[in-house]
């Protein structure tokens, strides 16, 4: 698409947006929407309430299952796992598999062969 065509179909979407804005400004259900905001974030700052509040004074059930849906999960810490090489008898200690020298190790002597040198 040229650039001409490109211009003039993103105008042509603003005037249908801007005539859709037009009737929206115009809609009386629109407005008491808009009224019934208004007065609704005018009482929750006199009184000093948040929507969470709103939302738990209206329906306490909703409330409850929206706070256990929002707590973070939290992750199970990883275990520290101690390799031993038998050969050198040196130690490793990490709570991955992406240790510089435990991948050395795996690399040199084999997967399987360096997990069974974990201690228990």
Same mark, same amino acid.
Request: without cysteine; glycine residues 6%; aromatic residues 4%.
């Given at each position: 698409?040229?650039?001409?065509a490109?211009?003039r +179909?993103? #105008?042509?979407? %603003?005037?249908?947006? /801007?005539?859709? @804005?037009?009737? %929206?400004?115009?809609?009386? *259900? @629109?407005? &008491?929407?808009?009224?019934? #905001? #208004?007065? @609704?974030?005018? /009482?929750?700052k006199?009184?000093?309430? *948040? %929507?969470?509040?709103? $939302?738990?004074?209206?329906? =306490?059930?909703? *409330?409850?299952a ?5 707590? =973070?999960?939290?992750?199970? +810490? ?7 090489? =038998?050969?050198?008898?040196?130690? $490793? ?8 020298? %435990?991948?050395?190790?795996?690399e ?9 040198? @974990?201690? &228990?």
């Amino acid at each position: 698409m040229s650039k001409l065509a490109e211009f003039r +179909a993103a #105008e042509r979407a %603003l005037q249908e947006q /801007l005539a859709q @804005l037009e009737s %929206l400004k115009n809609d009386a *259900s @629109l407005k &008491k929407e808009i009224e019934f #905001e #208004e007065k @609704l974030q005018g /009482l929750m700052k006199t009184y000093g309430k *948040s %929507l969470r509040d709103i $939302i738990a004074i209206l329906d =306490p059930s909703l *409330s409850k299952a929206s706070a256990v849906a929002s707590a =973070p999960k939290q992750r199970r +810490a990883r275990v520290v796992k101690v390799y031993q090489n =038998p050969h050198t008898g040196e130690l $490793i200690e990490t709570k991955g598999g992406n240790h510089r020298g %435990l991948k050395a190790w795996k690399e040199e002597h084999g997967a399987e062969t360096v997990e069974s040198w @974990l201690r &228990k």
